[in-house]
């Protein structure tokens, strides 16, 4: 992998940072999951959650089967007790196929679905295959032109890898046909695991320790997969995108190189970029 003999490493998530894509991907989670679970009743609140949960809140940018079960809970609790205007469904079996393995993929919950015969996960195979289909027909956006050109001048110095929770297949057909992948040295997606696993996959074949790598996102998950391996993270904020790149390469980028990142300045970085995303959310005052 350290094909520039470089001892730095810049793990670099894909949709949301570099693909302004995520609004696209809201209105296909919305559409699917509405769709193939019968929420036509409840559409307006089902939006509103997929909204929230896909978009606007902390779980952005997690898996489509996390955001499904974040939305299948947060739906049984504001419908609350008592008879229910639509059949939810309880997830369980999607919930145990979870655990049971890092990989999420259409192709290994095929493969659930063929050894169990579960209907639940059939039903949730389904959802997902159309998700993908859909997802491909939406058309590829170009990159953000801020986000190539931090990536241009950042190779120089670190070697890039993409870390993803998106089929890895999706990947590298948005890089190729974006004229990008040449910037990046490895690309991996959800076949290879979480964003913790993939981030120590390639610190492991670069020879680099975690000291010397950051990752760059959009999401939560991106900082607590930064947390979790010990390597620094560098926000893109939802809605700033382009700004976000530039303040990177032009402030953020030349602290790290030069050790002065940690401390103040990362903090007030993170601070910025959870304040963008509420935690609670916006119907959560109409219950108290």
């Known amino acids: 992998m350290k094909s520039r003999g470089s001892d730095r490493l810049i793990a670099i998530d894909s949709d949301g940072s570099v693909f302004p894509n995520m609004p696209a991907k809201f209105e296909v989670m ?3 999951t509405i769709g193939h679970f019968g929420l036509g ?3 307006r609140m089902a939006e509103e959650v997929i909204r929230f949960v896909n978009l606007e809140g902390r779980s952005r940018g997690s898996h489509r089967l ?7 809970g947060f739906l049984r609790d504001r419908l609350g007790p008592g008879p229910l205007p639509v059949d939810l469904p309880r ?10 393995r890092p990989d999420w993929t259409n192709g290994t919950l095929a493969a659930a679905v063929t050894a169990t015969g579960d209907p639940e996960l059939a039903r949730i195979l389904e959802w997902s295959r159309d998700f993908s289909v859909r997802l491909a027909r939406t058309g590829r956006m170009p990159p953000v032109p801020e986000a190539v050109r931090a990536m241009t ?4 110095t670190a070697e890039l890898a993409v870390v993803s929770q998106a089929p890895e297949e999706q ?3 948005e890089w190729t046909e974006s004229g990008i992948a040449g910037l990046v ?4 997606g959800s076949d290879r695991g979480p964003k913790p696993a993939q981030i120590r996959a390639a610190l492991d074949d670069a020879g680099i320790p975690p000291a ?3 990752i760059i996102g959009d999401a939560p998950g991106d900082l607590s997969a930064a947390r979790e391996t010990g390597i620094a993270f560098l926000p893109i904020v939802p809605g700033r995108e382009g700004a976000s790149w530039n303040r990177l390469l032009d402030e953020a980028w030349p602290r790290w190189l030069a050790g002065t990142f940690a401390g103040a300045y990362a903090e007030a970085l993170t601070d910025d970029f959870l304040a963008a995303l509420p935690e609670q959310p916006p119907w959560a005052p109409l219950r108290d």
């Open 66 to 72: 996390s955001g499904l079960v974040q939305i299948i």
């Open 212 to 214: 010397r790598a950051a």
């Open 171 to 173: 990947l590298l057909a």
């Open 41 to 43: 009743p409840i559409a």
């Open 91 to 100: 997830l369980g079996s999607l919930r145990r196929f979870m655990d049971s």
């Open 153 to 156: 001048a950042m190779r120089e």
């Open 30 to 32: 919305r559409d699917t």
């Open 185 to 188: 040295a490895r690309i991996g």
